[in-house]
């Protein structure tokens, strides 16, 4: 199935919805797999003719799984730059798949929920997403969409050490579950660095908002295992899911702290940034996702009643680069995305005021 990029843009994928479990924390649920194809070396050795070879090799396959013909395949290597980056920007295939070179693609489903990377790292990566904390559900789905796989492809495996991957820490299950968290508060109450401590004695991985060797922005963390030899997938399942509760717990803590000691300020400081993204002339994108932050607490918090979390988790994307380009439709310099970033976001917090105010 083909699909227009451009129809993509007037809707929130997955992740942006704003719903599911704990959603007014957790922003979304997310499992990977990493698999290679047995008669192939792994991709640092693939030669331009060998990835040509394992791309037509898993497209030809999907089209025999009657569960995935519904799938929009797309070759990344033939998207422009900036589409290539609006898909990473959705969270639909990695950074490091709009940077490889030669034949690579993506085969993405219309909720944006399954995404299939083909010749990122290792010959497929499997990501399921799932907007709030629901890893159970996660799990589900993308053990299906493997197995379904497994029966059409050779996966390169080992009796004792499991799946072979290009990377030595995914070697097992080959898999990384992740969750990721808006966590304002923790912030401004200086206990995230605590918070982090404590996850990496019990081998969790933090990272930012676009995965390993992001930083983190408007305070979003994601939270995943970093080792999977020797361990099954429930179990790696659970060592996500059991500990996420307890950084939700504390970043609730911490809302009622700042609202019960410090209200005063944390009004000030809430609408002092909503005031920005309503009336800025230029704005860039850091400064946005800082101030977007502040204003989803806000909603959280039942400060800023004109917004709902869909509309902070949707600003959220549409001012990143490759959106603003897409909106626009043209290319746009630092200084032009940060004109039309200010721009669009006067237009969309005038409008969501306006009909607040036409409801009341």
Known sequence: MNVDLNELTGRAGEWMKGAGPQSDIVISSRIRLARNIAEFPFIRRCTATDRAAIDKAVRDRLAEVPQLTDLAYMRVDELSDVDRHFLAERQL?????????????????????????????DHLRIQVMKSGFDLVAAWDQINEVDDLLESKLTYAFHDKLG??????????????????????ALVITQQIEKVFRSLQKINLAVRGLYGEGSQAMGDFYQISNQIT???????????????????????????????KQNQQDLHDKISRAYGILRTAQTISSEETMHLLSSVRMGVNLG??????????????????PAHLQ?????????????SERALYLRRYLSQKEKDGADQN
Do not use: W
Request: glycine share 6%.
């Open 93 to 121: 295939i990695s950074r490091e798949l709009v940077e490889a070179e030669g034949a690579r693609s993506v085969a993405i489903d219309a909720n944006e929920r399954l995404s299939l990377m083909i010749n990122e790292e």
């Open 326 to 338: 897409k909106l626009r439709g043209g290319p746009l310099d630092t200084a032009g995305r940060n």
């Open 229 to 259: 030899l020797g361990r099954s997938e429930i179990e790696l399942r659970n060592q996500v899911h059991d500990v996420v509760p307890m950084i939700i717990d504390y970043e609730r803590r911490a809302r009622d702290f700042l609202l």
């Open 303 to 320: 400060l800023i009643d004109d917004l709902l979390i869909a509309d902070i988790n949707k600003l959220f994307v549409d001012t990143q």
């Open 163 to 184: 799946y072979l991957t290009a990377c030595p820490t995914n070697v097992g299950t080959g898999m990384r579950v992740s969750v990721m968290l808006h966590l304002p």
